[in-house]
């Protein structure tokens, strides 16, 4: 499986970005798939994660009600639509994939594959 991650960019403070994560190869075998962002000298933390059909999602409370994630099961890919942008959002943010989960993990150790990173910039 490998996940192509997209839709960084810079943004100033209060506007709004796009992510993408295309996942390709066995695909088939992902069930949840999740979004983590890592800022400078911080460790990973979970941002969204949203389940195999797409009807359940679960947020980072740091995101919520900011952040929209969803999933096109045809194309295998996975977007978080994030609106009011913050200085602190600003970091390289992850897409990851998780096979035969049951539920929306939030630790970076349950996923088993990961997108490259994508930098997002959030000018103040």
């Known amino acids: 499986v490998q996940l192509q991650a997209s839709g960084g960019g810079v943004v100033q403070a209060g506007g709004s970005l796009r992510l993408s994560c295309a996942a390709s190869g066995r695909s088939f075998i992902i069930t949840t798939m999740g979004w983590f962002r890592q800022g400078p000298g911080k460790e990973r933390e979970f941002v969204a994660g949203?389940?195999?059909?797409?009807?359940?999602?679960y947020y980072a409370d740091s995101v919520k009600g900011r952040f929209t994630i969803s999933r096109d099961s045809a194309q295998n890919s996975v977007s978080p639509q994030m609106n009011s942008l913050k200085p602190e959002d600003a970091a390289v943010y992850y897409c990851a994939a998780d096979k035969g989960a049951r539920f929306i993990a939030t630790v970076p150790a349950r996923y088993d594959y990961w997108g490259q990173g994508t930098l997002v910039t959030v000018s103040a």
């Open positions: 949203i389940s195999r059909s797409g009807d359940s999602a």
